[in-house]
């Protein structure tokens, strides 16, 4: 073998390892996006959205309206944490109010879920994001089980009934969810998104100057007095009531919320958001949102962000709540089909366009 052959082979080696390496690289980009096998990652929660969803919308709790306001902090929580959020007199937030279904174009009385969803600005550019459901507690203690749940409950095409094997195999994985089912058949339906409450739901350490950790979940409670519909109310509910109710109730005022922290004791379990908290634990109110003006979300606003409960200020962390660390994901991929297709020229309503999806 002459000198140059052995030269030429010898440069070969390094280029074959890296090509190895970088299909390395690429197989385990695949593996972790999910691109390879039937793996469920975060993006499989947003698996039954037919790809003739109207463009521009959230995948969920896609009709809603965009809210500004200011959160005015009591100071009391500062000993607990030192997000400025809580020191600071007053700060901005800009949210959204939603119903909870899929549809962007549906009846208000078609689901009992209510939402606020916000971002709080605080000095130091540090911004606090979170959504919050009506709901006191979530349906399972972990993400895989908004899977299940869905699956088991699917219509099946010859009874026109989902499949009671389906739905005993899920209870009896996750008999938790009778809980959320009994919660969902008695509680009432709250007939203005003024009345509500809203819960964070999942838990979050607020962390002192010292550096202790408190375990925390929070709620906003409304200053307005309760009301619910009675079922006839209900059925004869206008399509657009809640939200038009909102926009007459804000007509005549501001509305207003406290943000009560909760405080939990040892033994609450923190990673388990199926699971309420006992009524009696230490509660503080943090401060109170005012909200004076609301507008239509295909302005913009609150259209274009995501309202990811995972982006928390210096003074507040996330646990390790299961539902939590998914929603970041699942919230990223909705988010980015939604302003991808806005960018793309693909939306039309959503964006406040003449032409409708429904048209199309
Ligand atoms: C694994 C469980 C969950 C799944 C699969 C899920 C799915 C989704 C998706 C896809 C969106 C649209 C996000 C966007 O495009 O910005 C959304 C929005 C929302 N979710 Fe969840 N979610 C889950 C758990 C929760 C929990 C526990 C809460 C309440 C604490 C919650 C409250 C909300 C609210 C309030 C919105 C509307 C936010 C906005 O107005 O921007 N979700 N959800």
Sequence with gaps: MDKQKIKSKKAIIPLVCIGVLAAGLVLIFAWSAGWLGNRTTTASFLKDIPDSFPAGYRRAHSKGICFEGTFRSTGKLAPFSK?????????????????????????????????????????????????????????????????????????????????????????????????????????????????????????????????????????????????????????????????????????????????????????????????????????????VLEIKRVFDQTEGGCRDINFDPTKVPAGIEVSKDPVLTARAGIYAHSYNARVREIGYGKATDAIGKKETSKDK
């Design 83 to 287: 997000a400025t959020v809580f020191s600071q007199d007053s700060s901005a937030v800009l949210g959204r109010f939603s119903i909870g279904t899929v549809d962007p174009f549906a009846a208000d009385n078609s689901t009992r879920t209510v939402s606020m969803a916000m971002m709080i600005s605080s000095e130091n550019n540090q911004q606090w994001r979170m959504k919050l459901n009506n709901h006191p507690f979530f349906v399972t203690h972990d993400a895989l089980g908004v899977i299940r749940r869905s699956d088991a409950y699917k219509i099946d095409s010859t009874t026109g009934k989902p499949n009671p094997a389906l739905v005993s195999a899920f209870l009896k994985d996750y008999p938790e969810a009778q809980n959320f089912i009994d919660w969902a058949d008695k509680a009432p339906w709250v007939n203005s998104f003024a009345v509500a409450e809203y819960n964070v739901i999942n838990a979050f350490y607020l962390i002192d100057s010292k550096g202790n950790k408190h375990a925390v979940r929070w709620s906003m409670r409304p200053h307005a007095p309760f009301s619910a519909w009675s079922k006839e109310e209900r059925e004869h509910a206008s399509h657009d009531f809640l939200f038009d109710d909102l926009k007459q109730r804000l007509d005549k005022g501001a509305l207003y919320w406290d943000l009560v922290m909760t405080f939990a004791e040892p033994g609450d379990e923190i990673e388990n958001p199926s699971k309420a908290w006992p009524a009696n634990r230490r509660h503080i109110v943090a401060g």
